[in-house]
């Protein structure tokens, strides 16, 4: 009988996919380099980001 979690399937006991996952990011919002004008010009910004993260299976039974 195979049952799906929020991160991977289990079929009799074994899972299917990893058990562990980690995600950071990092966001810089700033005014516009140049100024296309007061008021409209205003109302937009500049998005920088950063997105990592990773998806594996830890094995406890193995630290060395």
């Given at each position: 009988m ?5 991160i ?39 998005h ?12 406890f039974?193995?630290?060395?």
């Amino acid at each position: 009988m195979c049952v799906v979690y929020i991160i991977t399937a289990c079929c009799s006991g074994c899972a299917l996919g990893a058990n562990a996952y980690w995600s950071t990011a990092f966001h810089v919002y700033t005014p516009l380099p140049f100024r296309p004008g007061r008021g409209f010009g205003d109302l937009f910004r500049t998005h920088f980001f950063v997105n990592a993260g990773n998806l594996s299976t830890v094995n406890f039974g193995k630290l060395y």
